[in-house]
Each structure stands twice: as C-alpha cells, then as structure tokens.
C-alpha cells in the first residue's frame, strides 16, 4: 500500500508538472486545437484519476495516510524504484548520446531488470527492437530522432545511412 501510494503521488505531480509545461508551449487559437491539445486532455484525465486513487486509499485507512517504515524501505529497495531510475537516466542521457546507443541501452538495462539472464538475447532484443523503432519513427511517422554529438552524431548518421540502404524502407 505505501508503494502503491508514493508511486500515485510522485507521478500525480509529474503529471500536473507536464500538464503545465506542454500547456505554456501551446500554440493553438481559439478556433483550432494546437499540438498539445491531446496529450493535456489525456493527463488532465490522469491526474484525476490519481488524485481519485490516492483518496481512495487514504480512506480505506480511515484517513490516516498508508505509510509505514517498512513499505519506505521495500520502496527504496524495489525493482520499481529502479525502473524509474533507469528511465529518468535514458531522458537524461538520450540529447547526448542520442536515439540509437540510448534505446539499446535502455532495452537492455531493462531486460536485466525484469530478469534476462542470457546476454546474447539481451543484445539480440536490444538491436530488433531499437531497429524496429527507429524505422517506425523515421518512416511513417516522420518524427525526428536525436542523434547526440561527436563520436555519437557520427554513430547515428552511419547506422542511418546503413539502415537506408535496405530495399523497401
């Protein structure tokens, strides 16, 4: 119950953070939706369904908060912390190193997480699906990908340039 409620509360406030800061780079008139109409609708349902969830725990409790010791330390300790951490260094990381060694990276710190224990499948994941994305990304839906700087930039316009040479892509 206490991860359960920390988890609720640190991505209701996320979530109100983001919904603030796509809100601000909105660019939409009165007449027309702007790029950020979607995802605000989506986490506005989002931080109301949280804050409806944390209640509701709150009350099965009879108000008093769910929060105890041993639920902080099982938190500190738990593959969900470290899932979070792992996904915030990938945010971080991914302007620099940019989409490919990122997602590669992440894909198999990932796998470790969840309990992969074969390294070769590891990689073999890592590479078909970072492959995959990239060619859903760069194809159909034309979303530039970040490329990162130096040995990284030079990285990723080759593996493009790679990836460009297969028929039909």
Partial sequence: MTLDLIFSAV???????????IGAADNGT??????????????GLMIVLLAVGIVNMIRKKDGKLPVSAEGCKAFLHSKLLLGMVICAVTAIILPYIGFIPTSFLFLIAYGVLLGEKRPQMLVITGVVATLVLYIIFQGPLSIFLPRGFGFFRSFALTMESLIGMIPGL
């Fill in 11 to 21: 991505l209701l406030v996320f979530s109100i953070y983001c919904f603030f800061f």
């Fill in 30 to 43: 009165a007449t027309e939706l702007g790029a950020a109409a979607w995802p605000r609708v989506i986490l």
